[in-house]
């Protein structure tokens, strides 16, 4: 299942905060886009999936629109 998560408008932390609680209520292999206009979006996810172990997908800009798109981790046992 994919899930878009619009953070047009956000000032980091905002859109990492509201997309760690979205990212819990979905399952493994799920896919969260996340659509953001902060620059430092992209670093800030990067940073998140390396610490959290969702994996990164993607990232790009589209006019100054940032899409990150995340796969939901496994859960432990």
């Known amino acids: 299942m994919a899930k878009i998560f619009d953070a047009r408008g956000m ?17 493994p292999g799920d896919i969260l886009e996340i659509q953001a206009t902060d620059p430092g979006a992209p670093a800030d996810f990067i940073h998140f999936s390396e610490t959290t172990g969702n994996r990164l997908l993607e990232t790009r800009e589209e ?5 990150i798109r995340l796969e939901v981790a496994s859960r432990p046992e």
């Open 11 to 27: 000032k980091c932390p905002l859109p990492v905060l509201k997309a760690r609680r979205l990212l819990r209520d979905m399952e």
């Open 63 to 67: 006019d100054g629109l940032f899409i």
